[in-house]
């Protein structure tokens, strides 16, 4: 297939998989997944639009809504899209001028953006009844890209200093300490209308680390360690030593003995797993253990899916054959449902098992790959092949393949000296 964004992305004899070199094929990738978040993006605003189908069919009428968590994953892969030359220096710095100005105007909540936003507006779209302010998780992946861009112009030239200069206000606004809701837990929501009738506190373990040390980081908003300690760890009952599938798990994953693959993910796409540890776990270890949990589910298939193996697995979640879901490993949420993000933003634990799944999914041809890189989901029991994009899906696997070969957004969001201290506070070593 060709490297581009244009043309068939169906393979051919000359052009399968087989004839790549590692890198061809994960440029190949790389370079479709940066795509959705350039020629793909809402032209208004330049965000990550939530979806998109490639019939033009969006449930409630949503192209023009973007989204936060998906936009600050996309902002990454920008990055990563001017580092390769898959547009100029000049091209991005004005792309991402576009993003920040938009998200100067849009609304906010304490410093939090919502979770979606109308991109020709800036005005909230509530993604429930009452979630219709702040959601405190989304402005934490969207501020984890957003300081990989503030390192990646802060030396630069004046319109780039200038940029980092309005990313630095942005970040500074979050009042993070608000969302304790005067307790040492941070709480998710709050709503100008609800309050925190949410009621969702953020206990780990699951997608959620590096909230609680951006929180920690801010230099004008920051919480202090015990809300780590005694909200996300709680008193340390986050440490459950057990196994799935035979292999070692060291935390408490909430809900589940072994979560979707996206809790190995979003997080760790500018916190860098490597080395990373604190007094409840070694990161990098552990989440390449529950990569190989998903993998090892996989391949015994309990469920006997068609299609399930050494070479296609991954289950986290995405859109489903009938709706969305949490597909994870485990039977009551495995649906037969493969995404690929799965696999391929494990890339950076699993090298050699996440480039064998890329090869036999770009060898299925078009039925799972077009003009974005692979569609997000598929199911070979059900015969469903959906060709749509979730940007919350798409971001990781262009940031993690990034990640992988050169370590640009990981060495981006580290070098940040707000980070450095959080990390401290919370007494991580790196």
């Known amino acids: 297939m060709a490297t581009g964004c244009n043309g068939s992305s169906k393979a051919s004899d000359d052009d399968a998989a087989g004839n790549l070199s590692d890198d061809a094929l994960l440029d190949s990738v790389q370079h479709r997944t940066f795509n959705y978040f350039w020629d793909g993006a809402e032209p208004t605003s330049g965000m990550a639009r939530e979806r998109y189908h490639v019939d033009g069919v969006y449930p409630e009428n949503d192209k023009n809504i973007v989204t936060i968590g998906g936009s600050g994953f996309g902002i990454m892969a920008?990055?990563?899209?001017?580092?390769?030359?898959?547009?100029?220096?000049?091209?991005?710095?004005?792309?991402?001028?576009?993003?920040?100005?938009?998200?100067?105007?849009?609304?906010?909540?304490?410093?939090?953006?919502?979770?979606?936003?109308?991109?020709?507006?800036?005005?909230?779209?509530?993604?429930?009844?009452?979630?219709?302010?702040?959601?405190?998780?989304?402005?934490?992946?969207?501020?984890?890209?957003?300081?990989?861009?503030?390192?990646?112009?802060?030396?630069?030239?004046?319109?780039?200093?200038?940029?980092?200069?309005?990313?630095?206000?942005?970040?500074?606004?979050?009042?993070?300490?608000?969302?304790?809701?005067?307790?040492?837990?941070?709480?998710?929501?709050?709503?100008?209308?609800?309050?925190?009738?949410?009621?969702?506190?953020?206990?780990?373990?699951?997608?959620?680390?590096?909230?609680?040390?951006?929180?920690?980081?801010?230099?004008?908003?920051?919480?202090?360690?015990?809300?780590?300690?005694?909200?996300?760890?709680?008193?340390?009952?986050?440490?459950?030593?057990?196994?799935?599938?035979?292999?070692?798990?060291?935390?408490?994953?909430?809900?589940?003995?072994?979560?979707?693959?996206?809790?190995?993910?979003?997080?760790?796409?500018?916190?860098?797993?490597?080395?990373?540890?604190?007094?409840?776990?070694?990161?990098?270890?552990?989440?390449?253990?529950?990569?190989?949990?998903?993998?090892?589910?996989?391949?015994?298939?309990?469920?006997?899916?068609?299609?399930?193996?050494?070479?296609?697995?991954?289950?986290?979640?995405?859109?489903?054959?009938?709706?969305?879901?949490?597909?994870?490993?485990?039977?009551?949420?495995d649906l037969g449902v493969i995404t690929p993000t799965a696999a391929l933003s494990s890339i950076v634990y699993t090298p050699e098992y996440s480039l064998k799944v890329i090869r036999h999914l770009y060898n299925m041809g078009d039925k799972v790959y077009g003009e974005y890189g692979f569609y997000d989901a598929f199911s070979e029991t059900a015969n469903w092949y959906p060709k749509r994009y979730l940007a919350i899906d798409e971001g990781p696997i262009a940031v993690m393949i990034e990640n992988y070969r050169s370590g640009l957004l990981w060495k981006l969001f580290m070098s940040h000296p707000d980070v450095q201290q959080g990390l401290q506070t919370l007494g991580f070593t790196y």
């Open 78 to 333: 920008i990055l990563s899209g001017i580092d390769r030359g898959y547009v100029t220096r000049t091209q991005g710095l004005e792309r991402l001028t576009k993003i920040v100005g938009f998200l100067e105007k849009a609304d906010r909540f304490h410093g939090a953006f919502p979770h979606w936003l109308n991109g020709e507006t800036g005005k909230i779209k509530p993604f429930g009844e009452k979630d219709d302010g702040g959601d405190l998780v989304e402005t934490a992946f969207l501020m984890q890209g957003l300081l990989a861009v503030h390192q990646y112009y802060v030396n630069g030239s004046d319109d780039e200093k200038a940029l980092a200069a309005r990313i630095d206000n942005i970040w500074r606004g979050v009042e993070w300490d608000w969302y304790r809701n005067g307790q040492n837990v941070l709480y998710w929501h709050w709503s100008p209308d609800y309050g925190w009738a949410m009621n969702f506190p953020v206990h780990g373990y699951n997608e959620c680390l590096v909230m609680y040390v951006l929180a920690a980081s801010s230099p004008t908003h920051s919480v202090p360690a015990n809300v780590y300690h005694e909200g996300w760890a709680e008193n340390g009952a986050i440490v459950s030593p057990h196994e799935v599938e035979s292999i070692p798990l060291q935390l408490r994953y909430q809900g589940t003995n072994a979560g979707p693959l996206f809790w190995a993910h979003y997080s760790f796409l500018g916190l860098n797993p490597t080395n990373l540890k604190d007094k409840y776990a070694t990161y990098f270890q552990e989440m390449k253990n529950l990569t190989l949990v998903n993998r090892a589910y996989c391949i015994r298939n309990p469920k006997a899916y068609k299609g399930y193996g050494e070479d296609c697995w991954g289950l986290t979640a995405s859109y489903s054959v009938d709706g969305y879901a949490a597909h994870a490993p485990n039977e009551a949420s």
